[in-house]
């Protein structure tokens, strides 16, 4: 299967997720809007996602991937086997004991994200049972990212992309029938959303177990003390944990910045978490789309020619992730920059979610509008170091755009509340993108091919007319107090059609050989 066509199904089933992921947003917001109580449940969600992303997608996949790719094309499929069994057995193992830990902490892991959740002690405590009910979230994720890992080492990326749809369906049924029900019972509606959190775990898991089990790759897991012992000895698990010490160092750093981010927002105006997350959910379009389905497709190809020394191909192959983030990253970012508003106001604008919630969501969507480039090159780049088993340089990186960013925020944060914070992310995520690039350039292991030059000049080109037709279209219809829901619907359609009809024509006029451009 081609790279092409691999990242293009990556790329649709992703886009199922984020769609089925906005209808979920969009009847959240409706229904709760952006009040203390989504500030608590956020918070509590984010705190399974936060571990989530540090252990499971971040750190155990960073290292996992990369070894599992260089067993398999050196050591043959039975050695691959066994180095997945070994390492389900120790991740098993650590999950149950940090479920048990989390759900006992659950209000000192609450005050270390929010602490300024405390000035409505409601909403703190709604906060702890939400994060109770959910962090065993994290074990069914966790195995799910190691279900990814080896179904996407053997080129199978549909199961892994497909399922983040699951976990939608299952908190759009629990926002539409769970909340109503526990408010006519007398509970808390907002808690329903934890039922629907779990159960999209579960679902998650369950659709990995039989992809796994054709290819004869389902683990076995022994829990006993021999079973652990052979775990921790064998040297493919002692490598995964060799590599992510650093890894894990450098995906906490992220997180780091995540948590001082959501601590700084929790202490400002009532909404700032849940209007950060709302422009958090449409920023990942784009990111998800894009970034993640070139990082999924590219890593182990990256491993396995690095591997077979094949130093050619693998810098063939970043530059192809590269040109692709140019060629779709710089028109979304210029859609978020000048094209904010309507989106959010067409998107969020309904039931209880307020013209004012509009407007401070746009504005922290701008934000991240700014570092739209640099979020989704990240994708492309860090991976080309950890195809390299090389994790040290981009946690270095990551450390100083942590202090980077923090300045930035207080820089930004006394003037521009909750947007400020979206910047520096953006300002960051610029900052880390440009130091993992110039990495590689100089180690040699990435060489651009020709013509940057040229197509450089092309999207630019392009991305010009977009902003122009943008910026006539967010001021020529009035779309946050526009009554008519279905008609403001109809007219974004249209315009978004129109405006990916502008860029793309003025590439195909300028030059840009686009069926060339995709075969390549």
Same mark, same amino acid.
């Given at each position: ?277 709302? @422009?958090?959910? &449409? =920023?990942?379009?784009?990111?998800? +789309? $894009? /970034?993640?389905?070139?990082?999924? #497709? *590219?890593? !182990? ?60 969501? @746009?504005?922290? &969507? =701008?934000?991240?509008?700014?570092? +739209? $480039? /640099?979020?989704?090159?990240?994708? #492309? *780049?860090? !991976? ?60 040699? @292991? ?75």
């Amino acid at each position: 299967m081609s790279l092409f066509k691999s990242a293009s199904i990556v790329s649709l089933l992703t886009l199922a997720s984020r769609i089925t992921g906005l209808v979920r947003e969009l009847l959240i917001a409706a229904t709760f809007g952006a009040s203390a109580l989504t500030d608590a449940f956020n918070v509590a969600f984010r705190i399974p996602n936060l571990l989530r992303r540090l252990f499971a997608e971040g750190a155990f996949s960073q290292a996992f991937v990369p070894v599992l790719a260089a067993t398999r094309e050196t050591d043959g499929d039975a050695a691959t086997r066994e180095l997945i069994d070994r390492v389900a057995t120790l991740l098993v193992a650590a999950l149950l004991l940090t479920c048990v830990i989390g759900v006992a902490g659950a209000p000192l892991l609450v005050w270390a994200m929010a602490a300024g959740l405390q000035q409505n002690p409601h909403g703190f405590d709604v906060a702890v049972v939400l994060t109770r009910w959910m962090f065993p979230y994290i074990g069914f994720m966790s195995l799910v990212a190691l279900s990814a890992g080896i179904l996407n080492t053997w080129r199978r990326f549909a199961v892994p992309a497909a399922t983040p749809v699951l976990l939608n369906v299952a908190m759009i049924g629990a926002a539409w029938w769970g909340a109503p029900v526990l408010g006519r019972w007398g509970l808390e509606p907002i808690y329903a959303l934890a039922g629907g959190v779990m159960l999209g775990g579960v679902l998650q898991l369950g659709v990995q177990i039989p992809a796994l089990a054709r290819l004869g790759l389902l683990p076995r897991v022994r829990l006993t003390r021999a079973g652990l012992r052979a775990g921790w000895q064998h040297p493919g698990t002692r490598r995964i944990l060799t590599l992510m010490g650093p890894a894990l160092l450098g995906v906490s750093v992220a997180q780091v910045s995540l948590l001082i981010n959501t601590q700084i927002a929790s202490h400002l105006a009532t909404g700032s978490v849940s209007w950060l997350t709302y @422009a958090d959910r &449409l =920023m990942e379009f784009p990111t998800a +789309l $894009l /970034g993640v389905a070139l990082g999924v #497709v *590219l890593l !182990p190809q990256l491993a396995a020619a690095q591997a077979a020394g094949d130093g050619d191909r693998y810098s063939r192959l970043l530059d192809w992730g590269l040109r692709w983030v140019v060629l779709l990253a710089v028109p979304s970012a210029v859609g978020l920059l000048v094209f904010a508003q309507p989106l959010v106001a067409v998107l969020y604008h309904y039931g209880a979610f307020t013209a004012a919630d509009v407007r401070q969501t @746009a504005q922290a &969507l =701008m934000g991240y509008g700014v570092g +739209l $480039l /640099g979020l989704i090159a990240i994708k #492309v *780049l860090a !991976p080309g170091f950890y195809a390299r088993q090389d994790i040290r340089t981009p946690v270095r990186i990551a450390v100083v755009v942590l202090i980077f960013t923090q300045v930035m925020n207080a820089v930004l944060v006394p003037h521009l509340a909750h947007a400020g914070l979206a910047l520096a992310i953006g300002l960051g995520a610029l900052l880390n993108a440009g130091w993992l690039l110039t990495g590689l350039v100089r180690r040699r @292991a990435y060489v651009p091919q020709p013509g940057w030059g040229r197509f450089a000049l092309q999207v630019l080109a392009a991305a010009v007319v977009l902003a122009v037709y943008l910026l006539w279209l967010a001021q020529a219809y009035d779309w946050t107090h526009s009554d008519g829901r279905a008609l403001r619907a109809a007219v974004l359609t249209a315009g978004v059609l129109g405006a990916g009809a502008a860029y793309f024509g003025v590439l195909a006029l300028a030059g840009l050989p686009l069926r060339q451009f995709v075969r390549k």
